[in-house]
């Protein structure tokens, strides 16, 4: 084998690394913000109940009654509606299909690691936007020439949400270039701008049902926006992979936004268990972030972030630590069960106890 039988651009990648994946069964997980919950037991029956014979025939490759679901959730039509195989897929179509422009893009300079790797990907200039001391988004400095401008909210890994009127503010001075909201994290603490796509024709809100609906392992993400952001994802989806989402994962999804008291439910159960999760850490010492998220980002003024996590991981406790400029002293600790945020309190007493 020879790097030269790959093509240039291979060389120039940097890809995304998840987070860990451990083979290991007696860990604590709290590292990639998964739902301690489980899905809804009538996603587990329509899935079940697609597993047939059908399994043959390719799915519908537009998932219509997925997207059927979605609209009506959220009060929209199914041609301002999109999915794809994760939101990690649907993001990737909206860089390439929304925010590849002459001008740059504009991000937060910590924000999801993912959003400079698919730049890399499609040769997409960008420019990154400071966070506030506070790590708050500042809409006004947005304003200013730009390709497009993408954000998560909350943001991650810092939890931080940006009021939907700022949001809204941003939108009536910026309506040149595409602005997508990455709301993977909305449902733990936010209002989704989904309700603004009808008055303004760029906005872009994305989703998943990783988190908030405990379906991480289904792959499933959607977009809601204008007919015509949602015709130019498709374009680009129908250039790439007829059929994203399978048989199982239409069936699965749709019954994840018709169960709507498991999602009331699972989602309240995450808010009062960060609530509880950052009194404990505050106790410990730790300066905790607010966080609207089913994550929280936390440092310990006296503790190095890099060694804490290390130390956590030798109690069978993975939190993720990323070692990047502003937030290295900083851990991102998914919120998780009762007994999984014990273990976690658990496991900080006697380190932080070592001195
Ligand atoms: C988890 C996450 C995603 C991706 O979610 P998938 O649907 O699982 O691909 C997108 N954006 C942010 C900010 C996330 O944290």
Redesign the pocket.
């Known amino acids: 084998m020879n790097n030269s039988f790959w093509s240039p651009v291979v060389h120039r990648l940097t890809p995304y690394v998840p987070g860990e994946q451990p083979k290991l069964s007696n860990l604590v997980k709290l590292n990639?913000?998964e739902n301690p919950c489980g899905p809804s037991p009538r996603v587990l029956a329509a899935i079940q109940a697609e597993l047939s014979d059908a399994l043959r025939l390719y799915p519908d490759p537009n998932a219509e009654r997925l997207k059927q679901a979605i609209a009506d959730y959220y009060h929209v039509t199914p041609a301002q509606v999109f999915v794809?195989?994760?939101?990690?897929?649907?993001?990737a179509h909206v860089f390439h299909a929304l925010l590849h422009h002459p001008a740059p893009l504009l991000f937060p300079d910590i924000?999801?690691s993912?959003y400079p790797v698919y730049c890399g990907l499609y040769g997409i200039a960008f420019e990154t936007v400071p966070l506030a001391e506070d790590f708050t988004l500042r809409v006004a400095d947005y304003l200013r020439p730009n390709g497009g401008i993408i954000f998560?909210n909350p943001?991650?890994?810092t939890g931080c949400l940006l009021p939907l009127a700022d949001i809204e503010w941003l939108l009536e001075r910026n309506q040149k270039s595409v602005v997508v909201v990455?709301?993977?994290?909305i449902d733990f603490g936010g209002e989704t701008a989904i309700a603004l796509v009808d008055r303004y024709p760029n906005l872009l809100v994305?989703?998943?049902?990783?988190?908030s609906r405990s379906l991480?392992g289904l792959?499933?993400?959607l977009a809601v926006g204008h007919p015509e952001l949602i015709e130019a994802l498709e374009r680009i989806k129908n250039s790439f992979n007829s059929y994203p989402l399978d048989r199982l994962a239409i069936a699965g999804a749709v019954a994840a936004f018709e169960d709507r008291d498991h999602f009331e439910h699972t989602r309240r159960a995450v808010i009062a268990n960060r609530a509880e999760l950052v009194v404990a850490l505050a106790e410990l010492g730790f300066a905790v972030l607010p966080s609207a998220?089913n994550f929280i980002f936390a440092r310990h003024p006296q503790r190095d972030a890099a060694a804490l996590a290390a130390a956590l991981r030798e109690r069978h406790v993975i939190v993720r630590h990323f070692h990047l400029p502003r937030i290295e002293q900083f851990l991102r600790i998914t919120v998780g069960s009762p007994e999984q945020n014990a273990a976690l309190l658990a496991a900080l007493g006697p380190i932080l106890a070592e001195g």
Do not use: H
Request: charged letters at 20%.
């Open positions: 990639t913000n794809g195989n994760g939101s990690d897929e649907v993001l924000t999801y993912f998560a943001n991650a890994p990455d709301e993977a994290y994305t989703q998943t049902l990783s988190k991480a792959r499933v993400g998220a």
